[in-house]
C-alpha cells in the first residue's frame, strides 16, 4: 500500500460542509496565513474554548455556548465560521465575543468578514426593508428553494451581510448552499489582493518599455564598439524584469486560481431573477471581472517585456557571433598567408641546404683527392672527376629526395 494512499483518498472528505437548520445566525471570518500566525489564532482559540481539539488539523470544530465555531486552514488563509441556531433579538447580532476577540487582535490579517441572516419562512417577516439593505441585489437558488439578498457592503462594523430565505432545503443543502455564498466572498478578496501589485507595477512597467524601446533604437543604429555597452545594458534590463516576475508570479497565479473558484461557485447556486433585483452573481461577476482580467493583463504585460527583451538580447547575441565568426575568418586568412609564406621560405631554405650540402661534399671529395696524392697513390684529376661527379650526383640525389620526402609527410 502506497505510504500516503489513506491521506490521498480522505482528502475528499477533508473539509465537510456546515450542516443547520433555519433559522439562525452565521459568522464567517477569514485571515491571511502570514509568519505562521492561523497556527497561533486556531491553538489560542482551542486552549480557551476546548482543551481537547487539536489544532495541527487542518480543520476541526467545537462548541461555543449555544454556537459551533469550525475552523479550516487553507494554503493561503484560515477561515472560522460560527454558526448560532434559532431566533435572535435583533436581525443583525454584534458578532459573538469569541470571534470579536480575534478579529481585533489579528485586525491586519483580516481579509473578508462576512454576516448572513438565515431565516426560515416561519420566521421571516417578509419585509426586505426592515434588515437595511441599500439598494439591494438578489436571487433565487437552486431552482427557487432559497433566496438570497445582500448589498455588498460593508456595515460599521466591517461585515458584508447577506440574508438568506430558506423554503425548502434540508440542514444539509442549506449548510452546502450558505458555505457556496462565504466561498465566493472569500475567493473574490483573495483574488483582489493582487490588485494593488498589479496598479504598484504600472509605473515600472512603463519604465520598463521605455527602456526597451531605447535600446531596439540602440540596437538598430548601434556600431560594433558599441554592441559590448549595449549588451551590457540589455542584461541589466533582463535582469530587473525576471526579478519583478519572480516577485509576482505567484500572486498573478493566485489571482488565476482564485478568480475561477468564484465564478465556478456562483455557477453552482443556480442563481434566477427575483423580483426586481440585480442578480447576486450577475452583479459580483460585471465588478469582479474587470478585477481579474486587469490583472492578467498586467501579467501578460510583464510576461511579453521580458519576452521582448530575451529577443533582443539573442538578436544582439547572433550579431555578436556574426562579427565574431567574420574575425575568425579573418584570422584564418592570415594564418593561411602566413602559412604560405612560411611553405615558401621552406622550399628556399630546402634549396639552399642542398646547395650547401654539394659544396661541402665536392670539398670532402677535393680533400680527399688531395690526400690520396700526399700518399703517393696515382691518380689523375680527369679520372677523380669522372669517378666523383656520379657518386656525388647520386648522394645529392638521395638527400634531395629525403628532404622532399619528409616535407610531403
Same mark, same amino acid.
Given at each position: 500500500?502506497?505510504?500516503?494512499?489513506?491521506?490521498?483518498?480522505?482528502?475528499?472528505?477533508?473539509?465537510?460542509?456546515?450542516?443547520?437548520?433555519?433559522?439562525?445566525?452565521?459568522?464567517?471570518?477569514?485571515?491571511?496565513?502570514?509568519?505562521?500566525?492561523?497556527?497561533?489564532?486556531?491553538?489560542? $482559540?482551542? #486552549?480557551?474554548?476546548?482543551?481537547?481539539?487539536?489544532?495541527?488539523?487542518?480543520?476541526?470544530?467545537?462548541?461555543?455556548?449555544?454556537?459551533? $465555531? !469550525?475552523?479550516?486552514?487553507?494554503?493561503?488563509?484560515?477561515? *472560522?465560521? +460560527?454558526?448560532?441556531?434559532?431566533?435572535?433579538?435583533?436581525?443583525?447580532?454584534?458578532?459573538?465575543?469569541?470571534?470579536?476577540?480575534?478579529?481585533?487582535?489579528?485586525?491586519? $490579517?483580516?481579509?473578508?468578514?462576512?454576516?448572513?441572516?438565515?431565516?426560515?419562512?416561519?420566521?421571516?417577516? =417578509?419585509?426586505?426593508?426592515?434588515?437595511?439593505?441599500?439598494?439591494?441585489? =438578489?436571487? @433565487?437558488?437552486?431552482? =427557487?428553494?432559497?433566496?438570497?439578498?445582500?448589498?455588498?457592503?460593508?456595515?460599521?462594523?466591517? *461585515?458584508?451581510?447577506?440574508?438568506?430565505?430558506?423554503?425548502?432545503?434540508?440542514?444539509?443543502?442549506?449548510?452546502?448552499?450558505?458555505?457556496?455564498?462565504?466561498?465566493?466572498?472569500?475567493?473574490? @478578496?483573495?483574488?483582489? $489582493?493582487?490588485?494593488?501589485?498589479?496598479?504598484?507595477?504600472?509605473?515600472?512597467?512603463?519604465?520598463? &518599455?521605455?527602456?526597451?524601446?531605447? +535600446?531596439?533604437? #540602440?540596437?538598430?543604429?548601434?556600431?560594433?564598439?558599441?554592441?559590448?555597452? %549595449? %549588451? !551590457?545594458?540589455?542584461?541589466? +534590463?533582463?535582469?530587473?524584469?525576471?526579478?519583478?516576475? /519572480?516577485?509576482?508570479?505567484?500572486?498573478?497565479?493566485?489571482?488565476?486560481?482564485?478568480?475561477?473558484?468564484?465564478? #465556478?461557485?456562483?455557477?453552482? +447556486?443556480?442563481?434566477?431573477?427575483?423580483?426586481?433585483?440585480?442578480?447576486?452573481?450577475?452583479?459580483?461577476?460585471?465588478?469582479?471581472?474587470?478585477?481579474?482580467?486587469?490583472?492578467?493583463?498586467?501579467?501578460?504585460?510583464?510576461?511579453?517585456?521580458?519576452?521582448?527583451?530575451?529577443?533582443?538580447?539573442?538578436?544582439?547575441?547572433?550579431?555578436?557571433?556574426?562579427?565574431?565568426?567574420?574575425?575568425?575568418?579573418?584570422?584564418?586568412?592570415?594564418? /593561411?598567408?602566413?602559412?604560405?609564406?612560411?611553405?615558401?621560405?621552406? !622550399?628556399?631554405? &630546402?634549396? @639552399?641546404?642542398?646547395?650547401?650540402?654539394?659544396?661541402? %661534399?665536392?670539398? @670532402?671529395?677535393? %680533400?680527399?683527392?688531395?690526400?690520396?696524392?700526399?700518399?703517393?697513390?696515382?691518380?689523375?684529376?680527369?679520372?677523380?672527376?669522372?669517378?666523383?661527379?656520379?657518386?656525388?650526383?647520386?648522394?645529392?640525389?638521395?638527400?634531395?629526395?629525403?628532404?622532399?620526402?619528409?616535407?610531403?609527410?
Amino acid at each position: 500500500m502506497h505510504l500516503h494512499r489513506n491521506a490521498l483518498h480522505n482528502e475528499l472528505h477533508a473539509r465537510p460542509s456546515m450542516y443547520f437548520e433555519a433559522p439562525a445566525q452565521v459568522f464567517h471570518l477569514a485571515f491571511l496565513d502570514e509568519n505562521d500566525s492561523t497556527q497561533a489564532i486556531i491553538r489560542t $482559540l482551542c #486552549d480557551r474554548h476546548v482543551a481537547l481539539a487539536d489544532p495541527s488539523q487542518p480543520q476541526g470544530e467545537f462548541p461555543v455556548g449555544d454556537a459551533v $465555531l !469550525k475552523w479550516e486552514q487553507h494554503t493561503e488563509f484560515l477561515t *472560522l465560521t +460560527l454558526v448560532s441556531p434559532g431566533v435572535h433579538a435583533s436581525a443583525w447580532p454584534a458578532l459573538p465575543a469569541a470571534l470579536a476577540e480575534v478579529a481585533e487582535a489579528h485586525a491586519s $490579517l483580516l481579509i473578508n468578514a462576512d454576516q448572513v441572516c438565515v431565516e426560515s419562512e416561519d420566521s421571516w417577516s =417578509g419585509d426586505l426593508d426592515a434588515y437595511g439593505f441599500h439598494d439591494p441585489v =438578489g436571487s @433565487l437558488l437552486d431552482e =427557487g428553494k432559497a433566496t438570497v439578498w445582500s448589498d455588498l457592503r460593508l456595515n460599521g462594523n466591517g *461585515l458584508n451581510r447577506m440574508l438568506v430565505l430558506n423554503r425548502q432545503l434540508d440542514g444539509r443543502r442549506l449548510g452546502r448552499m450558505v458555505r457556496r455564498l462565504l466561498e465566493v466572498e472569500t475567493y473574490r @478578496l483573495m483574488a483582489s $489582493l493582487t490588485l494593488p501589485l498589479a496598479r504598484s507595477l504600472s509605473t515600472e512597467l512603463r519604465h520598463y &518599455e521605455t527602456e526597451l524601446v531605447a +535600446l531596439s533604437d #540602440d540596437n538598430a543604429t548601434a556600431e560594433a564598439h558599441d554592441i559590448r555597452p %549595449l %549588451l !551590457k545594458r540589455i542584461t541589466q +534590463l533582463s535582469a530587473r524584469v525576471t526579478q519583478t516576475q /519572480s516577485r509576482t508570479r505567484l500572486r498573478f497565479s493566485a489571482t488565476q486560481a482564485y478568480s475561477q473558484l468564484v465564478f #465556478d461557485r456562483i455557477a453552482e +447556486l443556480h442563481e434566477s431573477r427575483t423580483g426586481d433585483c440585480q442578480q447576486l452573481g450577475t452583479f459580483i461577476e460585471q465588478r469582479f471581472r474587470p478585477t481579474v482580467r486587469y490583472c492578467h493583463s498586467t501579467d501578460q504585460r510583464l510576461t511579453r517585456i521580458g519576452q521582448d527583451v530575451a529577443h533582443l538580447g539573442n538578436l544582439l547575441q547572433a550579431r555578436v557571433q556574426v562579427e565574431m565568426e567574420e574575425q575568425n575568418s579573418q584570422i584564418l586568412q592570415s594564418l /593561411s598567408t602566413r602559412a604560405d609564406t612560411q611553405i615558401k621560405i621552406q !622550399k628556399a631554405v &630546402e634549396g @639552399l641546404s642542398i646547395i650547401a650540402i654539394s659544396y661541402y %661534399l665536392f670539398s @670532402l671529395f677535393k %680533400l680527399l683527392y688531395q690526400g690520396l696524392l700526399t700518399l703517393g697513390l696515382e691518380w689523375s684529376p680527369r679520372m677523380a672527376l669522372i669517378t666523383g661527379i656520379p657518386v656525388g650526383t647520386v648522394i645529392i640525389g638521395a638527400i634531395a629526395y629525403r628532404i622532399r620526402n619528409a616535407r610531403r609527410h
